[in-house]
């Protein structure tokens, strides 16, 4: 089965933001890639609500879903099987698609949010300074 | 004998306490320093106990001295102090910004505008860790500077420091996560043999993983999730004119050091004479020995075991000669030396202790979501040092000079 990518695009700001869904990070087994477990409209979505949010720094962005109890949703998994619930978007300077990944700020330092977007989840009261601090130093926290 | 507690409510992400001053980041990004023997007067000014709270917050080393030690043994005054301590435990002391607005130094933009990872102040500079690297500032300025700490701070390395320990020599462990676990050396001239020098005076110890990490005497324990901590073995080398150089000697894997390890330790700590591994419902406790010229016995010693169960995911661990600090998912145990136990059933932002301090080695600072905690334990005297398996041993370098910019070792080390 040919790997399909799936492309979206959307308007904000009087500007189009376009979204590409890469399978480099659905398949399963790969040891050097974490994996989305929600779909690829779910990824999306997340990547929406994330860049309207305006979690981005630069080119790059971080994000999460909520599920119906306001909790976060866990959205993929990591190398060892790990819960990873944030994921990081990416923009490469010469492309114009931005894509994704869960993101497992524990294992890589490269992973943990910018502190701009942190501290953002920390005024909307997405998660307290507590795990905010927890976070910068890549400690596990119960989010 | 539970410990003192002052509260000071506001909304804070970071503390430091240093040579009679309290530095607290506020979480919207200032810098405010306080007086703070001034501090713990308007304290007594509202409760009276000016003994409990002198050795309390301002001169823990009255505690331990030699010179008072006797008095502190004495039954009678033995029962004066702890009755004063007891009763003075049971009040709570709050404190509001503005009950300590007259004792402010300063108040600045926090240095690089951020909310640190982590800090530490050594020799009078603050060293502090951001998203954009590791930088250094001058602190502890003259009061007619106008800011305390100088604004415009030196970037040492772009690499995201998670923890930053500084030993009582000039050396200062960084832990990089997945990058690896580094040394800096400040105002050092020496070079280290078998470590790549990455910037100037800054070298990395090891590539393996390294959440945090701490000084076990002249060596490096590196702490990391899921048993994979490791301890940077170094030892000491004569050269031609008898003068001891630190030099990197070997790495030793969780695994290896104890013979019955079972590899179930979840997380591992180590600092100055002791190494704790926690297991999912106990804490082992190795003994950790300096190293001896021509001695050729094991520095790593099993030492006892002590239980500890709990429901939440243990994070983070270090210890204090009053206890081992545990930080959990949702709250902050501390076993205390005399194995009574103290927690704070609350998510912490942050917590600090200040074992290489001399006056503030018996507290505990701790950020919460809208306060600060300042934790005062003033039984470890009277707990026998050599035979304690919760805390480190109390112990004060002999020399001045190993306090200094000395880049060599003296014998007695």
Request: glycine share 4%; proline share 3%; net charge neutral.
């Amino acid at each position: 089965m040919p790997d399909i990518q799936f492309t979206y695009q959307f308007e904000y700001d009087k500007k189009e933001v376009h979204y590409l869904s890469s399978p480099k990070h659905r398949q399963i087994g790969n040891p050097h890639k974490s994996i989305w477990i929600v779909t690829h409209d779910e990824e999306f979505r997340c990547f929406k609500y994330t860049y309207e949010n305006e979690w981005v720094v630069e080119n790059e962005a971080w994000g999460f879903v909520l599920n119906a109890n306001e909790k976060f949703t866990v959205l993929g998994q990591g190398l060892n099987n790990e819960e990873l619930k944030i994921a990081k978007f990416k923009k490469d300077p010469n492309a114009t698609e931005w894509h994704g990944y869960p993101c497992n700020y524990m294992a890589n330092t490269y992973d943990v949010p910018s502190d701009i977007v942190l501290k953002k989840w920390v005024e909307l009261h997405r998660i307290t300074k507590a795990k905010m601090s927890k976070i910068q130093q890549t400690l596990s926290c119960n989010l | 004998m539970q410990p003192l507690k002052i509260t000071l409510f506001g909304d804070y992400y970071d503390c430091q306490l240093y040579r009679g001053r309290l530095y607290l980041w506020t979480f919207d990004g200032d810098l405010r320093i306080y007086d703070w023997d001034q501090v713990i007067d308007k304290v007594i000014e509202h409760n009276g106990d000016w003994l409990t709270f002198l050795y309390g917050y301002k001169d823990g080393r009255y505690l331990y001295g030699s010179k008072t030690k006797r008095l502190f043994e004495d039954d009678e005054f033995k029962e004066i102090v702890l009755r004063r301590y007891s009763s003075t435990c049971r009040r709570k002391h709050f404190l509001e910004e503005k009950d300590i607005e007259d004792c402010i130094i300063g108040v600045q933009p926090a240095p690089s505008s951020a909310l640190p990872v982590d800090t530490e102040i050594y020799n009078n500079i603050l060293y502090y860790s951001t998203e954009k690297g590791l930088f250094k500032a001058t602190a502890h300025r003259p009061r007619s500077e106008k800011y305390k700490v100088s604004t415009k701070a030196l970037k040492l390395w772009d690499a995201r420091i998670l923890s930053i320990i500084a030993n009582d020599y000039p050396q200062m462990a960084l832990s990089a996560g997945s990058d690896g676990l580094y040394e800096y050396r400040p105002g050092s001239n020496y070079n280290y043999a078998f470590l790549k020098e990455i910037e100037p005076q800054l070298y990395q110890v090891s590539e393996k993983y390294s959440l945090f990490s701490n000084y076990i005497f002249e060596s490096i324990f590196s702490s990391s999730h899921n048993g994979n901590s490791y301890i940077s073995m170094f030892k000491l080398d004569r050269d031609k004119n008898s003068y001891f150089h630190r030099v990197f000697e070997k790495e030793i894997e969780e695994n290896a050091f104890i013979d019955d390890f079972k590899g179930d330790a979840i997380l591992s700590w180590g600092i100055r004479d002791k190494v704790y591994q926690a297991t999912g419902n106990k804490v082992r406790v190795i003994k950790y020995s300096k190293w001896k010229e021509n001695s050729h016995a094991d520095r790593l010693n099993s030492f006892g075991t002590f239980n500890l169960k709990s429901n939440s995911r243990l994070i983070k661990g270090s210890a204090a000669t009053f206890g081992n600090i545990m930080e959990y998912e949702d709250k902050l145990l501390v076993m205390m030396s005399n194995n009574e136990k103290f927690v704070l059933p609350e998510e912490v932002t942050r917590w600090r202790i200040y074992p290489r301090s001399i006056n503030y080695l018996n507290q505990l600072h701790v950020i919460l979501e809208d306060r600060v905690e300042f934790i005062s334990f003033n039984h470890d005297s009277y707990v026998d040092q050599m035979s304690k398996l919760n805390g480190i041993e109390y112990y004060i370098p002999t020399s001045t000079k190993a306090r200094g910019m000395c880049s060599d070792y003296i014998e007695e080390w």
